[in-house]
């Protein structure tokens, strides 16, 4: 009986503290090499963090922002890895943490081709970049591009489940461009085109009844994870890099500058040929 008693008080206390932190990743455009690799990297992290606050973790892997933002909705998601142009058209989350990869918090991309070696050559091919939850277009022509170029520069924008799918697209010929993160292996007979500024890479989020000290203690052992060459690691970080992200969303199309010719202007030039004196008139007519 008394070992019965045990085992059942045991039971009770276990999911007490099961499950404590559950971290989703939804970041297609981070390069992971493997879906394998993503999933390794959520459950490293959710270990990580569950054992920060005195708990356990459960990682889990989106692949779709449909799916990603159901989990939300139902709270299934404490702490969450997630791209930059996902979260710029978000809303309900705090950002504790930005990734780091090759040192930086801050991630270059770039435009891949086939064919071409400069941007010019780019017009009117099929350009392919990982899934956003429906803003990839926008993340495309003003986020990456600036608005510098019409919304029908490309002729078709496809959109692919990963990074690491649209360039095995560009490889086999299903595509003619891609725009994927720097530092990248690139497939066989393609070539970089053109690098773009960097943009803050995937952040660590909070969504739900978190905390401000479950956020700091969450910040705090994100700055100690040691992960793979993908993220390698965490950097405390605010919202502002994501907000910039947002700002440039639905930029206006710039055009060139006008070109005005310089004048220059001489006294001489305005009075030449000109009569300046004043004629004199006599009184008498003044009567």
């Given at each position: 009986m008394k070992r019965i008693l045990v085992t059942l008080l045991v039971a009770i206390a276990i999911p007490?503290?099961?499950e404590s932190v559950r971290v989703g990743v939804f970041a297609p455009a981070a390069p992971f090499p493997s879906t394998a690799a993503?999933?390794?990297?959520?459950?490293?992290?959710?270990?990580?963090?569950?054992?920060?606050?005195?708990?356990?973790?459960?990682?889990?892997?989106y692949a779709r922002a449909g799916d990603f933002a159901a989990a939300v909705k139902k709270t299934e998601i404490t702490v969450a890895l997630v791209d930059p142009a996902y979260l710029a058209s978000a809303s309900g989350y705090t950002v504790i943490a930005a990734s780091v990869r090759g040192g930086s918090t801050d991630q270059g991309w770039q435009l891949v081709a086939r064919t071409g070696s400069k941007f010019g050559d780019l017009k009117g091919k099929r350009l392919q970049i990982a899934a956003n939850g429906g803003r990839e277009a926008p993340f495309v022509l003003d986020v990456l591009l600036g608005g510098n170029v019409a919304k029908d520069y490309f002729a078709k924008l496809e959109v692919a489940p990963d990074t690491a799918s649209a360039l095995a697209?560009?490889?086999?010929?299903?595509?003619?461009?891609?725009?994927?993160p720097g530092g990248v292996e690139l497939p066989a007979g393609t070539q970089s085109v053109l690098a773009v500024p960097g943009i803050i890479g995937p952040a660590l989020v909070t969504y739900g009844p978190v905390t401000a000290q479950q956020r700091s203690q969450l910040a705090a052992a994100a700055a100690t994870f040691k992960g793979d060459s993908t993220i390698a690691g965490f950097r405390?970080?605010?919202?502002?890099?994501?907000?910039?992200?947002?700002?440039?969303y639905g930029s206006t199309q710039k055009r060139g500058p006008l070109t005005?010719?310089?004048?220059r202007l001489v006294v001489g030039d305005l009075v030449?040929?000109?009569?300046?004196?004043?004629?004199?008139?006599?009184?008498i007519d003044f009567r």
């Open positions: 007490a503290h099961a993503r999933v390794e990297l959520a459950t490293k992290l959710a270990d990580h963090l569950g054992k920060a606050i005195g708990g356990t973790g459960v990682g889990r892997v697209a560009l490889g086999l010929g299903r595509t003619d461009v891609v725009a994927v405390a970080a605010d919202g502002d890099a994501v907000k910039a992200i947002a700002r440039r005005v010719p310089a004048v030449e040929g000109r009569k300046l004196a004043i004629e004199r008139t006599p009184a």
